[in-house]
């Protein structure tokens, strides 16, 4: 996610994200961690999505058996 990204989702302007990691980066990381945490949460996601397609897959070629 780009900083313009960021700062749509958060209803600010790029330059206030830019400050953030200027004069407040305590802010600015914590900032970051959230939105890192989140593509990592959507990421699971999207693994245990395909998890079980696989597991459905292995389990329909076992009863064609």
């Not at 600010?12 to 830019?18: C, E, G, L």
């Not at 593509?39 to 245990?48: D, H, L, P, R, S």
Request: charged letters at 40%.
């Amino acid at each position: 996610m780009t900083q313009r990204d960021m700062a749509g989702f958060l209803d600010v302007d790029v330059k206030t994200i830019r400050n953030w990691r200027k004069n407040k980066p305590n802010l600015y990381k914590i900032i970051m961690q959230g939105f890192a945490i989140e593509e990592t949460i959507k990421k699971a996601e999207e693994n245990i999505t395909e998890l079980k397609e696989i597991a459905q897959s292995l389990n329909k070629r076992k009863e064609e058996r």
